[in-house]
């Protein structure tokens, strides 16, 4: 990913409600002669997500979302957000588990105390998955085997799984919304646990806030998917 994408800090400004939505597109075809006017679905759309009651009180969120507004400067600044679906994630027997945080494979440390973290879910890409697929192939290697109506991304590319095509082991096949933004590796492993997606801001003003006097200040945050940016990967532009 481009060195000047910034990520949201998911555990700091969570907002009291995530709400992630495709937004498809479809084409129509002229009204038929009984009145009708058919719609047909493309293999494009782009994600819609929303973000509700965003906490701004106290001094450390409130400088912290306002150096965001300043790094993003409107709706052309990119932002990876993380999408808060904990209820949908592929959880071995529901149970959310939250991650932890684990030593480098030294066993150490970064000097500021960070290690890496680890989900409780591990699904990997089975095969080659090309720019454009509607269908991939995932193997699980820990994670609930029913994957339908669930959402990982992979380099901040946001996916949904809709219908499981085919069952061979611990290999599913299934069919997913939006297209593949990016060629995704054979082994490649796809984030589960907390997935995110590559956004701008719906408009320039679309982080508006203020002071509420009584210090309990939360506002709303509108995204849509940078569907802009995979366009210009895929153009070798970046």
Known sequence: ???????WPGDMLVPGECRPNLVPFTRSGGRSLGGVQPSVRTDLGYWSIEYHDVPLY??????????????????SGRIAIPIYASDRAP?????????????????????????????AISIVSEGVTPIGATTMQLRIIEGDPSLSGTLFSFNHALYRIGQVLAVEGDV????IS????????????????RPTCLCNLVDDRGM???SNMT???SVSVSFYEDTNYW????LGQI
């Open 215 to 217: 210090g309990q200040e």
């Open 208 to 210: 508006d806030n203020g």
């Open 172 to 175: 599913r096949t299934v069919r």
């Open 91 to 119: 959880f071995v027997d529901g149970i959310v588990v939250a991650p932890v945080v684990l030593p480098h494979d030294d066993d150490a440390y970064l000097d500021d105390d960070t290690g890496y973290l680890q989900g």
């Open 1 to 7: 990913m481009a060195a000047d994408i910034i990520e």
């Open 58 to 75: 106290g001094a450390d969120r409130m400088r912290t979302f306002e150096a965001i507004k300043d790094i993003l400067s409107g709706s």
């Open 178 to 193: 939006p297209t593949v933004r990016e060629l995704i590796p054979d082994g490649s492993s796809l984030e589960f646990d």
């Open 231 to 234: 366009n210009m990967l895929a």
